[in-house]
């Protein structure tokens, strides 16, 4: 086991090392940087301006020293000045991770709270009218855009309530802060609750079909006990995988998620850094975001163990 | 005696109601008023920014040597007004501008406002000073400016290489705030620092922005509000509806499309809102230098396939303006008469003879209806460049013209066009003060910057320096419409439209004026109030 550890935790440095070289030279492809987009806006170019405001910056430099500036300053904690707002790019990034974090963790929540309960419902109800309805609304979540199911519950709101669910930065009791951000949370989380759900159905319907399962209604166990116990146990195996990538994708929902409640995240400022090319910014988040997904990967394997007994990792 | 006594107290009750309503409409001290903002201005620094997006939320932070009248819509040049000049004068030979500065004003860190200060915004301004602004894209507004010189602490001269009653307009717009001196360039991005009604607290970008009352304004009594708070929403259907459902009182100004407008108007129908000209046109540029456009002809026969009205119809309902270079009349003071505007080919009523003549033009130079000419029509990736794009392409097929739309990501858009890579382009410029100096010298004079289209014409040139330095309004204005026919003659950068956008506001904000010429100048907000 703990050979495997090590062996994981080093492949998971090469990973992001790999990602961190993708990001770096991704963005640099992309056309245009903060000084042309600074003098866009400006509709004009004094080109010793530009060459200037380019050296004041580091973006003159060979890319090669550039990212060994970047990388070597990442592993100090240095993670540079953002080039618009000239603030260390740690003090943009940090305060809005809990943000994102704490929408991500609901929409997880959401997702993994409707969806499992509903799968299993729909798998035990196979064929009744319950299960068909539960599909329509599974397949209802897949289809919707997070961002126009956003904009249609902010559109109900207002017309309905005249009161909005949008950002509020300053919460006065736990319930505030819970509507806050429960209402994006269920925009961004019902595609995946959704998928969560239909998963769950499908594994159950296989686990539901085994012979211990009939074993344990002939020894006389419950419905509850014989679903939630023996099957769901079982059939969780491909939810937890499910749910882990779904935590990784879900930062695209988010980006759009924080843009229509207006919710002050990494996503959304992950964006508008990519639309002003900041690139200290962009590096470092999404080198934040790989992270993020690495380890949950890596979590989500430790899950298999621990669920299902009969994985073992042995070297 | 019981009609007495009725008599008496209608009497009492209309007097009663004429104190109050004198008492309602006195404007009243605090709150805070809230506005959404449309997007995350780079930086805090007015003198570095080169979009509106910077002077809504810090020109209250500042103030000008001169500005214009804030309840005149129309910006001209009656309605300029002292601000941190008490009064100015010309020299007789109008080469020298001499400015009377107001004392006792203070910057909002305590430090004593001087002429020093406003000596250091001109230098920086011109690139005359040690320390330099990050950019400074209004640098070309002082080219007839030699120098400024302070004679004591409180009188500042511009001493110019000829007249230029212009200056007057440039100073007065919210573009041009005075500086303190012992705040670097780099300070005022983050943490500007000003004379103004309100005090910098914070700018979180992609967040807020947030200003409080200056209790220590020279103007007494102003501000009326606390402060001001701009939550930056870049979704408009988000911010409306917000708007909508009473979270803000204000819309950011001219953000508010015209079908927009009806929304807000059917779900808010308290809401005060107006619709003015921004003075941003939509024009065509043309790469003159490279075929096919190097021939007149065929840009000729492309000015005359416009139909301009139905662009209007189309993207405004109606609620736009045709014109030239100068926005025009009547919320323009410069743009051409209308009498004048339809004297110039393609501006006459019927489209159908101007296509036709257009199609003669375009058979001249080889094209008909076998041999269609294939172009590119480049545009920024932003819905008001793509919409009309994608009309003007329409338009051109009835002239043996194939566009095929190109579109540019904003950060793209402007190195694309400064080094020509494109042959047709939708493009659409601002003008933060409505003077023929600002758009004239900046968009067609040869060498320009932001002469996108090169073009180039000597004795044009000459008449922009005989009109610039006419200070009979009067007299110049002839001189002006000349000067913009010609132009438009030329097809020197085409102008198919010019925008109009609407602003709205709950019942109880008070003080607002919309300026109809400017989007630039018109946000100090001091004697803004909230009637609640």
């Known amino acids: ?315 | 005696m019981r009609s007495v006594w009725a008599l008496a107290a209608m009497v009492a009750l209309s007097v009663l109601t004429a104190s109050t309503a004198t008492r309602a409409g006195e404007p009243k001290q605090g709150g805070i008023l809230r506005m959404y903002h449309r997007d995350s201005p780079a930086n805090a620094s007015i003198l570095e920014g080169a979009t509106y997006s910077v002077n809504v939320p810090f020109m209250g932070v500042f103030n000008n040597l001169v500005i214009y009248d804030q309840h005149i819509a129309q910006n001209s040049p009656d309605t300029l007004r002292p601000e941190l000049a008490e009064s100015w004068s010309w020299s007789s030979d109008n080469t020298k501008l001499t400015f009377k500065l107001r004392q006792g004003v203070k910057w909002h860190d305590g430090k004593p406002f001087t002429s020093a200060d406003v000596k250091c915004t001109f230098d920086l301004l011109m690139g005359k000073s040690q320390q330099k602004l990050r950019q400074n894209p209004r640098k070309a507004w002082y080219s007839e400016v030699n120098e400024v010189t302070t004679s004591g602490e409180f009188e500042i001269s511009f001493d110019l290489k000829r007249p230029q009653p212009s200056l007057l307009a440039m100073l007065a717009s919210g573009y041009t705030p005075i500086y303190p001196c012992h705040v670097s360039p780099a300070e005022m991005r983050t943490h500007p620092i000003g004379t103004g009604p309100f005090k910098f607290v914070e700018f979180k970008a992609n967040e807020s922005i947030k200003l409080t009352r200056n209790p220590d304004y020279w103007k007494k009594g102003l501000p009326y509000l606390d402060g001001i708070e701009y939550t930056i929403i870049t979704n408009r259907s988000t911010a409306i509806l917000a708007f909508v459902a009473g979270k803000f009182d204000m819309t950011f100004p001219t953000h508010i499309t015209i079908p927009l407008l009806k929304d807000i108007k059917s779900q808010a129908p308290n809401a005060t809102c107006v619709v003015e000209p921004t003075n941003v046109s939509t024009n065509i540029i043309v790469n003159s230098t490279s075929p096919p456009f190097d021939n007149i002809d065929i840009r000729r026969a492309m000015a005359l396939a416009l139909d301009r009205k139905a662009f209007v119809d189309i993207l405004f309902e109606g609620q736009a303006d045709i014109g030239g270079t100068m926005l025009p009349p009547p919320q323009g003071i410069w743009g051409m008469p209308k009498d004048k505007l339809q004297t110039i080919p393609g501006y006459g009523p019927d489209v159908n003879a101007n296509r036709e003549e257009a199609k003669k033009l375009m058979q001249k130079a080889g094209y008909g209806p076998d041999k269609h000419l294939a172009v590119k029509v480049s545009t920024r990736n932003l819905a008001e460049y793509r919409d009309p794009a994608v009309i003007l392409i329409d338009q051109l097929k009835s002239i043996y013209i194939d566009g095929e739309l190109d579109v540019v990501e904003t950060a793209n858009w402007f190195p694309k066009v400064a080094r020509k890579d494109y042959m047709l382009g939708l493009n659409l410029t601002g003008s933060s003060v409505d003077d023929p100096d600002q758009s004239f010298y900046e968009n067609y004079s040869c060498g320009s910057e932001r002469n996108y289209t090169n073009y180039c014409n000597k004795e044009i040139e000459k008449l922009f320096d005989v009109q610039s330095q006419e200070t009979d309004v009067s007299k110049r204005k002839p001189l002006v419409w000349d000067i913009d026919k010609k132009l438009q003659e030329d097809v020197a950068r085409p102008i198919i439209f010019h925008a109009r956008a609407g602003t709205c506001w709950q019942p109880y904000v008070k003080g607002v004026t919309i300026m109809s010429n400017s989007s630039y100048n018109g946000f100090r907000y001091e004697d803004v109030w909230l009637d609640k």
Do not use: C
């Open chain 1, 1 to 315: 086991m703990f050979a495997y550890l090590v062996r994981r935790l080093f492949l998971m440095l090469v990973t992001l090392f790999g990602i961190s070289v993708v990001i770096f030279f991704l963005l640099r492809i992309v056309p245009g940087n903060i000084v042309d987009i600074l003098f866009a806006a400006a509709g004009y170019v004094d080109p010793a301006d530009k060459a200037e405001l380019e050296k004041q910056l580091g973006i003159d430099q060979p890319l090669v020293a550039q990212y060994l500036h970047w990388i070597g300053g990442l592993l100090r904690g240095d993670l540079g000045y953002s080039y618009v707002s000239e603030k260390p790019a740690l003090q943009e990034i940090l305060p809005r991770i809990p943000i994102t974090a704490r929408l991500a963790g609901l929409a997880l929540l959401f997702s993994a709270s409707i969806g499992i309960p509903l799968g299993v419902i729909s798998a035990v109800k196979q064929g009744t009218k319950l299960d068909y309805a539960l599909r329509v609304v599974s397949l209802s979540g897949l289809s919707l855009p997070s961002f126009w199911l956003g904009l249609l519950i902010l559109t109900a709101s207002v017309a309905m309530f005249g009161q909005m669910p949008i950002f509020n930065p300053n919460p006065k009791t736990w319930l505030e802060a819970f509507a806050t951000y429960a209402v994006p949370a269920a925009a961004v989380g019902f595609r995946s609750a959704a998928l969560t759900m239909r998963i769950t159905r499908s594994s159950m319907l296989e686990v539901l079909r085994q012979d211990y399962i009939r074993t344990a209604r002939a020894k006389g166990a419950s419905e509850a006990a014989v679903n939630y116990h023996h099957a769901l146990k079982n059939a969780i195996l491909p939810v937890i995988t499910v749910i882990g990538i779904e935590a990784a994708f879900l930062i695209g929902g988010l980006i759009v998620t924080e843009t229509v409640f207006n919710i002050p995240g990494v996503a959304r400022f992950l964006v508008e850094a990519i639309r002003w090319r900041d690139y200290p910014i962009v590096q470092n988040l999404v080198m934040f975001i790989a992270v993020v997904v690495v380890f949950a990967n890596f979590t989500v394997d430790m899950l298999y163990a621990v669920f299902d007994p009969r994985i073992r990792y042995s070297e």
